[in-house]
């Protein structure tokens, strides 16, 4: 599929149906991808949580305000998170990056204090959801990203000991009633002479 047609075609699915799940090839296909995903200076400050066990779903269901049906129907779950220990994170880039990009952290960033750090890591997480929707849109899996999560109760349910989660991205396949199917609802966006510029 040509990417034009991916970005018409993938949306918010707002009701799935529970009962077709991803299959396991298609999950080893996303675990990669979202490893593979791009970032500033190759720092990968991020975790990815798939959660398919319907128990702890419903877990998260309960902490998901009215994106609760979507976790319960949804096939998985994929929680991003960003690395909240910033003293952490700069030993371990010793080891896995080169030295100019360890470089550039301690120049450019560091010394902006952690506030700027931990928002650019968030950067770097919410890029890895662009990129991770237009993936399982290319192929053929719907998809919902929640920024409607109760972030703490996320942190605690999972576990996730030096992490902050973001945002969730549920994936799965569409209730054929799904009323916001770009078929039963266009896509609404601004006019692209207002916001794409070509000099
Ligand atoms: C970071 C982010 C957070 C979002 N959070 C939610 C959410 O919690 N629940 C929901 O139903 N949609 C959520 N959305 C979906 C947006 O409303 C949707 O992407 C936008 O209206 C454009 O529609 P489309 O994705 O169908 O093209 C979110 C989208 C993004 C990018």
Do not use: C
Request: hydrophobic share 35%; aromatic share 10%.
């Amino acid at each position: 599929m040509e990417f034009i047609e991916v970005a018409k075609s993938r949306y918010t699915t707002k009701k799935y149906d529970a009962s077709k799940k991803v299959s396991d090839s298609d999950l080893e296909k996303l675990k990669e991808i979202l490893r593979l995903s791009p970032s500033s200076i190759n720092s990968q400050p991020w975790k990815f949580t798939i959660v398919g066990n319907q128990e702890l779903k419903e877990k998260l269901a309960e902490a998901s305000y009215f994106n609760a049906p979507k976790l319960k129907d949804g096939s998985h779950v994929v929680v991003f998170s960003a690395v909240d220990n910033v003293d952490k994170f700069e030993k371990d880039i010793n080891e896995y990056l080169p030295e100019g990009a360890v470089g550039y952290f301690n120049t450019m960033l560091k010394p902006q204090g952690e506030d700027v750090i931990k928002n650019w890591f968030s950067d770097q997480v919410y890029l890895s959801i662009g990129y991770f929707l237009s993936a399982v849109g290319a192929m053929g899996i719907d998809s919902t990203p929640m920024e409607g999560i109760d972030r703490a109760k996320y942190k605690e349910i999972l576990g996730l000991e030096g992490y902050q989660p973001l945002v969730a991205v549920m994936i799965g396949y569409r209730d054929e009633e799904d009323g916001n199917q770009p078929s039963n609802n266009p896509k609404s966006r601004l006019d692209i002479n207002e916001i794409v510029e070509v000099r």
